[in-house]
């Protein structure tokens, strides 16, 4: 057995300098994965650690399927194997994990070696029928590593540990600023008793703990604590004063109550201040459902990628929290607690998943130019790489760390950008699908396979029940973006247009799904895509249904697609009532306006509109088979005749079921305004 008493004594003495400063470090081990287990345990076998890896070599190790069995925890040794495959959120999860003085250990091959390593999670970034010869991510995530200020301990090459920053005197957090923020919330609690409040912050900046201490400054008032997870709330209710022995069972302490999002929602329990705490890992719906039961609410989150909605919170809760309650207060803390500031284990994790990539907006632009980026290209100009993933960041609200060494390694796609003056200002992920063999595609059409991949492709063919969809190639578009600060100038349908050239030779068909809305239809209607499928389940991030989008790059095809869209506007007229009964207005206004450019025409005059009035009960179904037969005519009414056209025709709500946006009418108002709309209808046609 190899002796690690050297390397053991000159980490020991690393340790207590990182200790002084208050730091935290990262390690890389390398090697074989016996010499890599080997270490682990005499180096840290007599410590508390929490190990993360799928190995029978390492004692009491776990691999946890969800983020949040990582996350709330805290250990002065956290060690993770790459060995059992190298995934980004967890990695990111357990280095949140990891106390002031301590380390995370990275179990890895000799860094040399990484790009050719079979990554039992490379699996994962695989498409069916496809193949990955080198990791574009891992080789990256090599170079990273592979500089003076990295601490190693590697079989080949022995120990390698760079002088730490020593602080003359201990380094003790400052406090000022959780200080301050807890004193502005507590005034705006006290004075303001419907004003919701953001808490925002990176990990470690005493987010959890502030809500403890904001109870304990307010013992009269009563607070209930929200949060995905229970184990997370222990720096809450430890700052309210609960002993560390209950704190792992505990649900209730002094004036603080904790319950998960779905019992609040289903009891509507009563109290004096709702927190939501790490608020970004609570789908955005129910966020929404939150703030309207509870309007003196503090959500607190951290806004980074691995919580599990990623941007969710940020583009699109707190957007409507801010035109719902502009006068919201929000607080952002810097100054980390948990450890001393330019904590250098941070530093690394931001640098090695860009996580702190920011994109500079631009306001202006003149000369664009259309290009075509590799990933081979990525990991080599890094300054790029953040550029683009930043504009991805920012136009998505589902990113996660994952996502990097998505774009870096998931085979069959390449990046589409739009640069300005050498700016990117608009990006686009394009998957390359299909192509797959007709034993397979049929297996997709019985659904007695689901191969990883080919989103787009299996959708259709399944739709349809034909497995050509898959044999064909098809090009899913995963993400289109455009810098904020120029959108609306047509930049995504010049991108868009570029990329149908480009591949135009390659591909059947291009398509896309997302998160359906009546702005991005409108944008994909104008690029004469057509819809062919609306998901009945809202997703649980953005609260909205998947819409599934698509268009032929060849004349002949077309057919096959307006046989698809037409199935799904013969199906819509019902489902509005059914299914889609709570779908956006804006959105069933969208649909509606497209279907006229779908169906058949009907030449024939298919409804008698009744001109005297008439009761609503009559005017109803006269209204609803009008509008199928004549989809356009919605446009003619004004916006409130719409939003109660679709309302109380197409999607029959009762009276009973108030339109929160328009002002409240009586039944016999609305029935004179149905009476409006039909003579609208006639004076139109006559």
């Known amino acids: 057995m190899r002796d690690f008493n050297h390397f053991k004594s000159l980490i020991d003495e690393a340790r207590a300098t990182l200790s002084t400063a208050h730091h935290r470090q990262l390690l890389v081990i390398s090697g074989s994965a ?43 040794i956290a060690i993770y194997d790459g060995y059992s495959g190298v995934i980004p959120n967890k990695l990111s999860a ?13 179990l890895l091959p000799e860094l040399e070696q990484l790009g050719n390593f079979r990554d039992p999670a490379l699996e994962k970034w695989c498409s069916a ?18 500089d003076t200020n990295q601490w190693r301990l590697s079989e080949q090459y022995g120990v390698h540990l760079p002088q730490c920053t020593k602080a003359q005197t201990p380094v003790f957090p400052d406090f000022s600023q959780q200080n301050s923020a807890i004193e502005q919330i507590v005034h705006a609690l006290k004075t303001k008793r419907t004003l919701p409040v953001v808490l925002s912050a990176d990990r470690g900046r005493g987010k959890s703990s502030s809500l403890g201490l904001i109870a304990k400054a307010m013992p009269n008032k009563t607070f209930i604590l929200c949060a995905p997870h229970r184990h997370a709330t222990a720096p809450t209710f430890r700052h309210l004063g609960a002993s560390e022995d209950t704190l792992n069972d505990l649900v209730q302490y002094k004036n603080l109550q904790f319950l998960p999002p779905d019992q609040i929602l289903r009891e509507r329990p009563k109290c004096d201040v709702l927190f939501v705490d790490e608020a970004a890992a609570i789908p955005v719906p129910m966020l929404l459902d939150l703030l309207k039961q509870y309007p003196c609410s503090v959500f607190s989150s951290t ?26 207060l929000s607080i952002h803390l810097d100054n980390p607690l948990r450890f001393a500031a330019a904590d250098p284990l941070e530093q690394r994790i931001n640098q090695l998943f860009a996580l702190d990539c920011h994109y500079e907006d631009v306001v202006d632009v003149d000369h664009v130019e259309f290009a075509t980026i590799e990933s081979t290209l990525l990991i080599n100009d890094d300054h790029l790489l953040q550029e683009i993933f930043s504009l991805f960041v920012l136009s998505h609200y589902q990113t996660s760390v994952n996502d990097l060494r ?29 192509g797959l063999s007709s034993e397979l595609s049929s297996a997709i059409v019985e659904g007695s396979r689901r191969p990883r991949g080919h989103l787009l492709a299996q959708q259709l063919a399944q739709l349809s029940q034909n497995p050509d969809w ?86 002949a095809l077309d057919n096959h697609v307006i046989t698809l869209s037409q199935a799904f506007y013969r199906q819509l007229p019902y489902q509005l009532l059914t299914y889609f009964k709570l779908l956006d207005a804006q959105l069933v206004l969208s649909l509606w306006a497209e279907s006229d450019n779908i169906l058949p025409k009907k030449l024939e005059k298919t409804v008698f509109l009744p001109i005297t009035r008439r009761s609503m009960a009559e005017l109803q179904p006269v209204i609803w088979q009008w509008l199928i037969d004549h989809p356009t005519s919605l446009a003619l009414l004004c916006a409130s005749q719409q939003v109660r056209i679709i309302r109380y025709v197409l999607q029959g709500w009762l009276l009973s079921e108030s339109l929160n946006d328009l002002p409240k ?3 016999k108002q609305i029935e004179q305004e149905l009476n409006d709309v039909v003579q609208i209808f006639i004076s139109n046609t006559e």
């Open 406 to 434: 998505q774009l870096l390694d998931t085979p069959n796609q390449s990046v589409y950008v739009l640069r300005a003056k050498g700016k990117i200002i608009a990006a686009c992920l394009v998957a390359i699908e299909g």
């Open 665 to 667: 009418l009586s039944k």
């Open 129 to 146: 029928e496809c193949d990955i010869a080198q990791s574009h991510f891992l080789l990256r995530l090599a170079a990273k590593l592979t």
């Open 34 to 76: 016996d010499f890599c287990y080997a270490a682990t345990h005499f180096l840290f076998e007599r410590e508390g650690c929490c190990i993360l890896s799928q190995s029978d070599e390492l004692t009491d190790a776990t691999w946890p399927e969800h983020l949040h069995q990582i996350l709330g925890q805290e250990w002065p």
């Open 303 to 328: 806004l980074i990628g691995y919580e599990g909605n990623g941007r969710g919170y940020t583009l699109k809760f707190l957007k409507k929290l801010r035109k719902l309650a502009p006068q919201c």
């Open 470 to 555: 898959c044999t064909q190639r098809l090009a899913r578009i995963v993400r289109i973006a455009v810098a904020p600060g120029i959108q609306c100038a047509g930049l995504g349908s010049q991108l868009l247009h570029e990329i149908e050239q480009c591949l135009a030779s390659d591909i059947a068909f291009i398509g896309s799904s997302f998160g359906a809305n009546h702005e991005l239809l409108s944008f994909w209607f104008k690029n004469q895509f057509r819809i062919v499928k609306l998901g009945y389940k809202l997703d649980k991030v953005s609260g909205e249904h998947a819409a599934l989008v698509i268009k032929a790059r060849q004349l």
């Open 94 to 106: 357990l280095s949140g994990t990891v106390k002031a003085g301590g380390l995370l250990v990275l």
